[in-house]
């Protein structure tokens, strides 16, 4: 019931909205870089039967993109510095880099749909 009471109180909307701290979405932007880093990393190996340079150029890009992704994310977690140089040394190794990226991205994930994103195949879209 609303009454027209010149002396109510007026009430306010609350947003459902998430959160826009900075830590959520500079781990939204890393996860981007770490979902696109691991497309990449697969298009790496099958390039690799057919273009060896290309396929080095790719890796490249993959890697460096799997580490900002990793310091982005870390950053937004709040890790310590210890920790993003274990990750980090831990993708120049051939299928731990993959397992890292996926167990980060799926931490991620959590979080932010915790905070309310929504987090799609290509990670959250940011507000």
């Known amino acids: ?8 109180t007026p009430r306010s909307q609350v947003d459902d909205r998430p959160s826009d701290s900075a830590e ?6 890393g996860q981007k870089l770490i979902i696109y880093s691991i497309i ?3 298009i790496t190996i099958a390039l690799q039967h057919s273009s060896g340079g290309l396929a080095l150029v790719a890796s490249l890009v993959a890697l460096v993109m799997s580490i ?18 274990l990750l980090v040394i831990g ?4 299928l731990v880099n993959l397992v890292i990226l996926v167990v980060l991205s799926m931490k991620a994930t959590s979080r932010l749909r ?14």
């Open 91 to 94: 993708c120049f190794i051939p």
């Open 68 to 85: 900002i992704g990793i310091l982005r994310l870390c950053g937004g977690f709040g890790h310590s510095t210890g920790t993003k140089v």
């Open 40 to 42: 990449l990393n697969f």
């Open 114 to 127: 915790e905070a309310g994103y929504k987090v799609g195949l290509l990670g959250a879209s940011l507000p």
């Open 24 to 29: 959520l979405q500079q781990i939204a932007s």
């Open 1 to 8: 019931m609303s009454s027209n009471n010149p002396y109510e």
